[in-house]
């Protein structure tokens, strides 16, 4: 059965993953696609969305544009990470589809409304456009079959911060609105936090695998100089390895090793089969005034705090088992778009 989905993106090179992973799976209907600023700006995000559903020669799914602030503060981006135009080395040719007219909170609230307690949603980015669409349905919480976040940090040291996770450092007070509404929601939102996503290391030899299903040879090495280009024939096994490439680049960098962490694709693939996942509720809260914690995700896992659980947060899975299915899938999709006659 197809499961229908509300994706929210800060594309992104792991956000484009997680597109890629939703688009190659025979279980995912994406309804829409929310650009949210984040890795780049919203414009920028949704200029990416556009162009991978062009190379994945996607259905017209719906892609609307988000604020281009958090609610109140600056954005930030971080192009250092994800390349100038968010997709690392990937030039991905300008689409020609058009953005939804209709802002992506409204979207939110509109398919929600649409398909009462049918939609997953699921969240890679920061958490603004989610928020404001609370503000403008604050019943969206129970209108959601379930939600699945990509954020924060709990029992782990943060990556942007030394106590905070990108995604909420982004937009703190929309994560606070975010956690602090969805208590309410008839099932807990899943939160894949850096204390798992952070074990989801991909490495060259995946990528080198994700070749292989479509039958060509793709050799990524630590040793290329930065920058190398793929010449994989078939363009998303190509696209993909060029992004991938910068992210390797930047681990390697902060002395992670050459390795990306796979945040969002993983959380994707929890959304689509929960039980991937070892999850464990507990009542988060988000930070907003520490001098020095503001925007660090805080887990009550005893009820010390004496308020309900609001979320089920994710402490464990089998990496590998992940990878086995991103491999499958995506590069299955890859063979099939281009068969090894026409990849170019
Ligand atoms: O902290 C990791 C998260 O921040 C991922 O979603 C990545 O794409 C960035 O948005
Ligand atoms: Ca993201």
Same mark, same amino acid.
């Given at each position: 059965?197809?499961? *229908?989905?509300? !994706? ?11 597109? &890629? ?41 719906? !892609? ?20 100038? *135009? ?21 979207? $939110? ?24 669409? &609370? ?8 209108? &959601? ?63 080198? *695998? ?33 992004? !991938? ?55 009550? $896992? ?43």
């Amino acid at each position: 059965m197809r499961q *229908q989905i509300i !994706v929210d993106v800060d594309t992104g090179i792991d956000d484009s993953l997680a597109l &890629l992973y939703l688009l190659a799976s025979p279980d995912a209907e994406i309804v829409g696609i929310a650009a949210t600023a984040g890795n780049v700006s919203a414009k920028q995000v949704a200029a990416n969305n556009l162009a991978w559903l062009d190379l994945c020669r996607a259905p017209d799914i719906e !892609v609307a544009l988000g604020a281009s602030a958090p609610l109140a503060i600056p954005l930030r981006t971080t192009e250092d990470t994800h390349g100038p *135009q968010g997709i690392g080395y990937a030039e991905l040719p300008e689409s020609t589809r058009a953005l939804s007219d209709r802002t992506a909170a409204q979207m $939110w609230v509109d398919l929600a409304r649409a398909h009462p307690g049918r939609l997953l949603g699921l969240c890679t980015g920061p958490l603004t456009n989610l928020a404001l669409a &609370l503000r403008i349905e604050p019943e969206l919480p129970r209108l &959601l079959r379930r939600l699945v976040i990509m954020g924060g940090s709990f029992n782990h040291p943060g990556n942007t911060t030394p106590t905070n996770e990108w995604n909420v450092h982004v937009d703190p007070e929309a994560a606070k609105a975010v956690f602090d509404a969805f208590g309410a929601a008839p099932a807990r939102p899943i939160v894949c936090a850096l204390d798992i996503t952070e074990t989801i290391e991909m490495r060259p030899h995946h990528l080198r *695998q994700l070749a292989e299903r479509t039958g060509s040879v793709e050799l990524v090495a630590e040793s290329d100089p930065p920058g190398t280009r793929s010449v994989a024939p078939n363009p998303i096994v190509r696209h993909i390895s060029d992004a !991938v490439r910068f992210y390797f680049e930047f681990h390697r960098h902060y002395d992670q090793g050459y390795l990306a962490h796979m945040h969002d694709p993983f959380a994707a693939a929890v959304a689509l089969d929960p039980a991937l996942a070892e999850l464990r509720p507990a009542t988060v809260d988000v930070e907003l005034t520490g001098t020095l914690t503001r925007a660090t995700t805080v887990a009550d $896992w005893a009820g010390m705090w004496g308020r309900e659980p609001n979320a089920d947060i994710v402490i464990g899975t089998d990496p590998a088992l992940f990878f086995d299915r991103l491999v499958t899938r995506v590069g299955d999709l890859a063979r099939t778009l281009y068969p090894a006659s026409e990849a170019r």
